[in-house]
């Protein structure tokens, strides 16, 4: 029973040591910002900022850099990294600027930036997130990136416009066609309206020809019988004129009868 009382009272212990210890390890070092300083998404000036950090306002420090002064810090429950050059921390009742060899005694853990996980913890609702692909290879590679991806860009986007203008150039042609053959279509028309209107006017020329023909034909049928008739009535005058001139010399040459002269009974 002893040798098992010591044994938990061991454990108890420990246990209590390690509590004891995890603050220290967890826990993030106090540090105030020096300057109005961009908190950017990775350590380096030239990833996407953050936010702005005013001067004087105080963050927590949750690990630095080994090789080059940049800090993972936490600001207003926002996430990124600032130079360690902009950061102060306090030190033995004074405030220096976090550098490696205050790492230890200001209880700064050495971190590594793991592009990855920092991001996708961190940054998912950011816009530059969707971009993460071409920052993952780090910020020059990204710069780099940035320049042939605008080239790239610019590119398809004159692309785009030489397409618009090409497609606007091929429907201002298309609607001159259409006008084209619109014109001709009306030009088209017109002909055969006008060929139509000529065949009726050559019709109905025709036609008043015909009936002239007609009547002059009629005119001079009714002359000619006419004159018929004027020289048949002539000749029936003339007829009867003689008729009435002989009945007239007839009755004036009558013959002297003697009675009972045979020649004269039929008289």
Known sequence: MGEVSVKSRFLRAAALCALSLMPIVAEAAEGFATANVNMRSG???????????????????????????????????????????YVQALYRSNRVYVE???????????????FDRYWDRNYRGRD????????RRGPDWAEDGDWQWRREEERRDRQRRQQAERREWEREQDR?????EQAREREQARDR???RERQQWQRERERD??????????????????????QG???EERARQLRELRRDGEVRTVPKCVFNDFA????
Do not use: M
């Open 128 to 135: 530059f997130y969707r971009d993460r692909d071409r920052w």
């Open 193 to 195: 309206q006008e060929a």
């Open 100 to 114: 490696p060899e205050y790492y230890r005694p200001l209880g700064i853990p050495t971190v590594v930036f793991e």
């Open 176 to 180: 001159r066609d259409w006008e084209r």
């Open 233 to 235: 009535a002539r000749k």
């Open 209 to 230: 020809r015909r009936e002239w023909r007609d009547r002059r034909r009629d005119e001079e049928r009714r002359e000619d019988n006419s004159a018929e008739n004027y």
């Open 43 to 85: 350590p380096s000036t030239r990833y996407p900022a953050v936010t702005i950090i005013p001067s004087g306002e105080s963050v927590e420090i949750h690990g630095c850099l080994a090789d080059r002064p940049w800090c993972d810090v936490s600001f207003y429950g926002g996430r990124g990294w600032v130079a360690g050059q």
């Open 264 to 267: 004269c009974e039929n008289d």
